[in-house]
């Protein structure tokens, strides 16, 4: 058998129209294909989440993009073949033939081969190049982040997890916690996020920011906000019997508004900063014997928030 057999005939057996389906189906796939790109870039693109709130953010969108735009050619090609079959390649009524009998095609074959291994290495480079780039693309990179920005001030953040809240500690500001999630726009954050109990995962949707919230572990993640507004924070993994409340919201507000908050906070909590643990990266909830005043003064309830207390038998 030839390796470079022609396409095969229609099954079916042919009308007697001659048509040559892959001319036709290349041209068509061509022009839905560019038609596709250039929509799903350029009109599609810009909605995609998690939009441009951050870099990370911003990065992630042009991620999206990029791949919904490299995915479209093969969707239409595979949409285009399977009607194309439906319509002209299915069996005829009472026609009781077998299609012709195909033996491989080696054009075909290395094509195959020569482009989905192009795109398959061209994206693992994209992808490896958009992680480094934006300072880990606002991913958790462990207790030693190799990739951080480019800045010598870097507001740090600690997201502190547990059943079934998220926690707040600003150290540069005398380390008050709260449950707000205030951040300054244009300046780069660090988020050193761990947790008390379970495994959480802290994640600010249209930040662009996901890293898991582990018990006895500092997982930084970094990103910088780029305009003001509010964001979503959920926790993005099953912590338990409330995993699906644990979600709050979180404000970008400019540096000048970010400073007279946090300062005015500091001052605020002071009493019940003094009555925290000092801040650490991470924390042993059996050697915290603050006990529900915390809780109480974040306006918490039930198990969320603060730091519990071990001799409850309310708690975890
Ligand atoms: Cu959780």
Redesign the pocket.
Known sequence: MAADAPAPAAPGGGTGRERNDGLWLTVIWLVLSIAGCLVVYFVWGPHLPPGGMSDSAASQQFDNRILGTVATPVVIGVLLYFGWALAFWRQKPGDETDAAPIHGNTRIAATWITVTAAIVLGLAVFGTYELIAPAGAGGGEGPQPIWKPNSSTILQVQVI?Q??AFTYRYPQFGGFETTQLELPAGQPVAFNVTSLD?I??FWAIDLGVKAD?NPGVNNVAYTTPRHTGTFTVR?D????LW?GA?FDYGKVVSPAAFQAWARTTETRLASMTAALPPYSLTYDPTQISTLGKVPAELGLTGAGGGYYNPADPEQP
């Open positions: 997890g059943q079934w379970v959480h995962d919230a926790c993994e099953l912590c338990g995993h644990m």
